[in-house]
């Protein structure tokens, strides 16, 4: 598969991962969680399909400083596109975060070769917590890959 339903762009985004970043949606995601922030595009078929080539060529166009968050919907629900993407990008040097409302246990190996940070787990309505950053609920988990792999979770809560 070389196309990826997409939804969305946003530029300089401080709140999507370490650092000023740009914000790749993709389109749909099945968990319905309670409260999701990104309602309007859990629906698969209301997105645009774009090819690997054509997203590669969008992004460099707009993301001058290599740092990019690829969030949804649920991106891990287009997986076979989306490794394909997330190869092109690293071969070209970009800082990739991975926005999944997966559990780490879920989340294909290969997906920790290919990014520099991930945030897992779904939104959960009850364990929400607006003291910590980039993630909306406190079973939701940012990770620093640190080469070959190695995660190191990041303390991202905000000091009173
Ligand atoms: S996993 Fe994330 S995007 Fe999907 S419904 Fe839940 S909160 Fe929304």
């Known amino acids: 598969m070389r196309y990826l339903e997409v939804a969305g762009w946003k530029k300089n985004s401080c709140d999507d991962g370490p650092g000023i970043r740009s914000v790749l949606f993709l389109q749909g995601c099945s968990m319905n969680c309670p409260g999701c922030h990104n309602r309007d595009i859990q629906k698969r078929g209301e997105g645009s399909l774009m090819s690997i080539d054509e997203i590669i060529s969008f992004v460099e166009s707009r993301c001058h400083n290599k740092r990019i968050t690829i969030s949804g919907g649920e991106p891990l629900e287009q997986w076979e596109a989306l490794e394909k993407l997330l190869i092109s990008l690293k071969e070209k040097g970009f800082d990739i975060c991975l926005y999944t409302g997966w ?10 070769k290919l990014v520099d940070y991930i945030k897992t787990g779904n939104f959960v309505m009850e364990k929400r917590n607006v003291d910590i950053h980039y993630v909306g609920s406190e079973n939701q988990k940012m990770y620093h890959l640190t080469g070959d792999g190695v995660c190191e979770l990041l303390d991202l809560r905000l000091s009173a």
């Open 103 to 112: 559990d780490f246990r879920q989340i294909p190996e290969k997906v920790f």
